[in-house]
């Protein structure tokens, strides 16, 4: 099955700067990939999400990078905000009845003053 | 629109006892998942159903859970003879299913404390 790893665990910085997180997948079959964004005492909620025809998505603030023969992504957040402060997850997922979304280990991220 | 609902929102329940825990989804989702995510740990997978097709139950610890998924919709998992290892929050998400993979929806969860 798919395998997903996220770094880092943790990720502190300040407020302006930019934050990156990496993810890589196992399985060369997954075409889809989420990151979701969680607030304290909240369910996950999907961010942004990229598929594999695409090698980047950008929506404001937030990008989303594909690297399908590295079998790498990363999630790039620009002039980071104190409202950006959560755990982000990455997510693979491939076509198929038989296939289920795969989260990594999570990111927290702090934006200090 | 309605979102993914889970019941109750926190549970508290002595050891050795036995809970239900109920997700609604979003209407015309076809798959459906559970995880478990103890305090400020990861998302850890327990069970996905997927239309008419067998759950994948891989995820689940042992044998003390369970999940059922009636007429395709309400979900509810079941964790007897709890114990105090069992706390956590429980949360369920709700999607159009994989072929293509789509957004899934996560209700706010279950927060299960064994006492």
């Known amino acids: 099955g798919e395998n997903v790893e996220q770094h880092p665990s943790t990720l502190s910085v300040q407020e302006g700067d930019s934050a990156v997180i990496k993810c890589t997948y196992s399985?060369?079959?997954?075409?889809?990939f989420p990151w979701y964004k969680q607030e304290l005492g909240k369910g996950p909620q999907l961010i942004i999400d990229?598929?594999?025809?695409?090698g980047e998505k950008k929506d404001q603030r937030i990008a989303v990078t594909l690297n399908k023969t590295a079998k790498h992504f990363s999630l790039h957040i620009t002039e980071t905000q104190p409202e950006d402060s959560a755990v982000y997850f990455c997510?693979?997922?491939?076509?198929?009845?038989?296939?289920?979304?795969?989260f990594g280990t999570g990111t927290r991220l702090q934006v200090t003053l | 629109g309605a979102g993914v609902s889970q019941s109750p929102s926190n549970k508290v329940t002595e050891k050795g006892k036995d809970v239900e825990l109920r997700c609604d989804p979003i209407?015309?989702?076809?798959?459906l998942y559970w995880y478990r995510q103890s305090l400020g740990q990861g998302l850890e997978f327990l069970i996905y159903?997927?239309?008419?097709?067998?759950?994948?139950k891989s995820g689940l610890p042992s044998d003390r859970f369970s999940a059922e998924r009636t007429g395709g919709s309400v979900s509810t998992l079941t964790i007897q003879r709890t114990q105090q290892e069992d706390s956590a929050v429980y949360l369920c998400?709700?999607?159009?299913?994989?072929?293509?993979?789509?957004?899934?929806?996560f209700g706010q969860g279950t927060r299960l404390t064994v006492v």
């Open positions: 399985d060369s079959a997954s075409n889809y």
């Open positions: 997510a693979a997922s491939s076509t198929g009845t038989a296939s289920k979304l795969t």
């Open positions: 998400a709700s999607s159009l299913g994989n072929s293509p993979p789509t957004e899934a929806f």
């Open positions: 159903f997927q239309g008419n097709s067998a759950p994948d």
């Open positions: 990229i598929r594999s025809n695409v």
């Open positions: 209407s015309g989702h076809t798959a």
